[in-house]
Structure formats: structure tokens, C-alpha cells
């Protein structure tokens, strides 16, 4: 199929594309012997979405409803959802020796979030070369604690899918309880949370990293990713320790070094993991609150994970912070950060609260379930993190097709979206300024 016969735009096109591939895990997660016992369309249709947009969020137990076939259509849901479906088309055009051609490069661009067209393809054969090399070390490291316990084959193959599943930030689990009876495993905690680290970091800032080996040579986006991650992980992980503390239901009857490993843990995966050592839905309201603000902020741009993006968040502050001070530039390590970023960030940020209350406005009127339950549910999967409160399993259909959109929205973005539907013309004339009253 030629892309240049198509009259869609990159936006519409990539929608299409990423659509077609979730009806087509829909169908496969239909076949009989995909499940081991027969499960609904929408409950279908809802794995398909929550696998294909690496979100984590199941109505079903993934080990007790799927056979390994189902499990590893789940599986190749996940990758070609996190390393992006165009990626993986742009890997078989060189294969085949096939010329990269402007449309294809546009695809891209738009699905790994660049700004530029420059050095797309270099992009994109890092990526894969990054993620398969982490991947393999992963399961490497993964399997001396799951081979001992479970044996070689079901050792490696339960290695693997974690791998995926954490590198990728889809939060799929092979337990019910997800990763609960490893909250103090130091290979699980190091492993998993690595993958899901490194995943969200971005891959820009990865490419960054293995080619200037020098944090001072580095893009202003790679200083503000590292930076932010590791100040809001920290901070993350702080309040986490001390509000969890005497929880009796989460940390309480945890050993002190228990209590950090978890408090590390659940403080990295609401940036969009999906994975959990602890009982989220047994948290205090004030954590939940906190894991509200991290899954709606989310990972990194070029990234397996969702949410607004980090850098997002970081330019909306340094906007505050500069109208405070009087001043009319953002200046950050000697950089000044242009307008046309700081109105796509209020954009991004705008209509991705617009779209959440609309989700959560919805599920008030269909769900019986409390307003903190419903809204974690909703940012959870808008953020294609994956954590839930107890409440997926209890959604109604009309929930379920809800959750569904919301993960789609947050995989794909908000302005992914809005840019599909609309047809921005160039403004030909230009009007007077006006004074309006705000504050």
C-alpha cells in the first residue's frame, strides 16, 4: 500500500492505522482459543485498546482469562503500541530497501512527537536498537529471580512479558495482585522499574545520552527530562514514605527496608507504569491525590508512556514562575524557550482537563462508584498508566466504551485529535490589539 495514495493527513492517518491494529487484536482475543473461557466483545475490545495503547487497565485476570496465545497477542499489542506502529513500518521500508520518503517521515514525526524532520530515521533505527538491547538485558536480569522459582521455561517466558510489558509502560501483569508479592524483592523492584524508567525517559533523550556522553552537551529537552524525572521521583517518593507510613493496609506492617522499596516503587510507576507492589485502592486519599497530579503529568515526549509529558508540565511552571518575576522570556541553562511551545503546552494541558471532566462527568451518571474512585479511573487511563482503584473489573458497557476512548486520546494526544479534525488556515490579516480584564 503507497501512503501517497491516501488522502488523509499524518494526524487522521496515524489515527486509522493505530485503530486498525486494535480492532485486529479485538478479533484475535475473540478466537476460542485465545481465552479460557468465552469473553465478551467489549471486554475484548477493551484488552485490545488497553494493550495496544500500553495502558495496563484489565476487566479480566490477564492469567486466568488468556492461554499463551492470548497472552502473546497481548504482548505484540504492547510492543507495537509502545515502539509505534509507524516505527516498525519505517524498519520494513529499509529492510526492503524501500526510499524514505516525505510522508513517511511526516508519520513519524507525528508519532514519536518531534519537532523536526531532521534525523527521523536515525530516530527511529535507535530506537529499536535501544529497546531490544534493554529488553534482552531485562529478561536477563528478570530471569534469576522468576527461572529458580518457576523453572526455565515458564522462568524465561514470564522474563519476557514482564520486560515488555515494563519497558513499554503497560503495567500488564501475569498476577492477579500485579507485582504485590515481590514488594520487597530487590531484582523485581530494580529490574521492573528500570525498564519503565528508561522507557519514559523518551528515546530523543536516550539518543542524546549515547551519542554526547556529557550532561552539559546535552538538548535543552534531554537537561529538563533527567533533571525533572529525578527531582519528581524523588519528591514522589518522600511523600509516599511518610503518608503511607502507618497505612496498616499499604506500608504499615512492611519492614523499614520494605517500606522504601515500596515507597520507591508506587512513587516511579503513576508516571505511567501501570504496575504496583502495594494495594492502590487501600491508599490514603491524600497519596491518591498525589498519584492523580503524577499519571496526569505522566512520561516524556518519544516516549512508551502518556499523560501531558513532563516537559509539558515543566514549561507551564517556568510560564508562571517568569510572569511572577515581570519578565517576558523563559530563560532555562541559557536557553530561551519560544512562545509557540508555551501556547502548545496551555493546549495540550487545556484540552486534556477539558477531556478528562468530560470522561468523569460521564461515569458520575452511568457508574455507582465514589467521585475519587471514578476520577482515578479516568486519569489512570488517560495517562495509559494503568492503575486502578478496584474500579475496571465493575465498569458497565457504557463505562468500559468510555475508558476505551479515554486510553485511545491518551495514547494518541489530545492534539493529535483536534489537529485530525480541524483545518488550520494561515491567518491573512492582522487586527488591532484590545486590553481585556483577566485575574
Known sequence: MKLRSIRLNPHQLLILVFSIFIILGTLLLKLPFSTTHSISWVDAFFTATSAMTVTGLVVMDTAETYTLFGEIVIMSLIQLGGLGIMSFALLIFMMLGKKIGLKERLLIQQALNQTSLEGIVKLVKNLFIFSFVIEFIAMVFLAFRWVPEFGWGKGIYYSIFHAISAFNNAGFALWSDSLMRYVGDPIINIGITFLFIIGGIGFSVLSDLWYKKSFRKLSLHSKLMIVGTLIINLFAMFFIFVLEYSNPNTLGPLSTGDKIWASYFQAVTPRTAGFNTIDIGSLNESTISLFLLLMFVGAGSASTGGGIKLTTF?????????????????????????????????????????FVFAAVFILNITEKAPFLMILFEVISAFGTVGLSMGLTGDLSVIGKIVIIIVMFVGKLGPLTLAFSLAKPEKAKIRYPNEDILTG
Open 314 to 354: 515543566v514549561v507551564i511552571l517556568l510560564s508562571v514562575i517568569t510572569f511572577l518575576k515581570g519578565k517576558h522570556e523563559i530563560v532555562v541553562a541559557r536557553r530561551s524557550i519560544a512562545d509557540s511551545f508555551i501556547f502548545k503546552s496551555l493546549a495540550i494541558s487545556t484540552i486534556s482537563l477539558v
